[in-house]
């Protein structure tokens, strides 16, 4: 069986690209717009979606606030987050929240399906453009240990090895070369006296483990 979805945006020719990424998938199904918040709660009420995807900016509640009152329920679907901001505070709002899926807008319809493939097995998606930008301005990237002998390209490239990332998508990420980003695979991997095909990988995990 499909997974059900819902979408809420209160642009219609945005929500209508949306909804036709999601039909062309056969392991979902669409069961119901929304074009503001009160409207989006009363339909994940009605039609109980598997997954909702709310827009935080809409009027008559916010995604944010539609997420808060609907989460409570028993039959609660999974959320993903669709937003035009980039502020860590909305992310960090949305994931205490419990949502499962933080999207870019510009990015959405492209990255979609891979989203909701991701949240239907239990694991959360975060778009990488918001990804990145959450490890540059976070305090995160001010590291001790045996990370301090790396520099923060470096940390960022572990960061994103940690996420099972392959060196072409690193590189098309931070726009270098997938080549450069094997040269700061080596050096990273020398500096830290790492050896063998599995070892900064395993390395990266312990450093920065995944949610899933």
């Known amino acids: 069986m499909p997974e059900t979805v819902l979408i809420a945006d209160d642009h219609p020719i945005f929500r209508r690209g949306l909804h036709e990424v999601v039909e062309a998938h056969p392991?979902?199904?669409?069961?119901?717009?929304?074009?503001d918040g009160a409207t989006a709660i009363s339909l994940i009420r009605a039609h109980k979606p598997d997954i909702a995807i709310l827009d935080i900016a809409m009027p008559r509640a916010n995604g944010l606030d539609v997420m808060?009152?609907?989460?409570?329920?028993?039959?609660?679907?999974?959320?993903?987050?669709?937003?035009?901001?980039e502020e860590e505070a909305y992310f960090r709002q949305a994931i205490e929240l419990g949502a499962l899926g933080y999207l870019l807008k510009e990015n959405a319809e492209d990255e979609l399906i891979t989203c909701l493939e991701k949240i239907s097995r239990g694991q959360r998606y975060l778009s990488p453009a918001i990804s990145w930008k959450l490890v540059e301005d976070s305090n995160a990237t001010q590291v001790t240990g045996p990370l301090?002998?790396?520099?923060?390209?470096?940390?960022?490239?572990?960061?994103?090895i940690a996420e099972h990332r392959t060196s072409r998508e690193i590189g098309d990420l931070l726009?270098?070369?997938?080549?450069?980003?094997?040269?700061?695979?080596?050096?990273?991997?020398?500096?830290?006296?790492?050896?063998?095909?599995?070892?900064?990988?395993?390395?990266?995990?312990?450093?920065?483990?995944?949610q899933e």
């Open 27 to 35: 392991g979902f199904e669409m069961v119901a717009e929304a074009g």
């Open 68 to 85: 808060a009152q609907a989460s409570r329920w028993q039959d609660a679907p999974r959320f993903v987050i669709l937003t035009l901001y």
């Open 148 to 160: 301090t002998s790396l520099t923060p390209a470096e940390t960022r490239i572990l960061r994103l």
């Open 175 to 210: 726009s270098i070369s997938h080549r450069t980003v094997e040269n700061h695979r080596n050096n990273i991997a020398r500096k830290l006296g790492l050896h063998g095909t599995h070892a900064l990988l395993r390395f990266a995990l312990e450093q920065f483990p995944q």
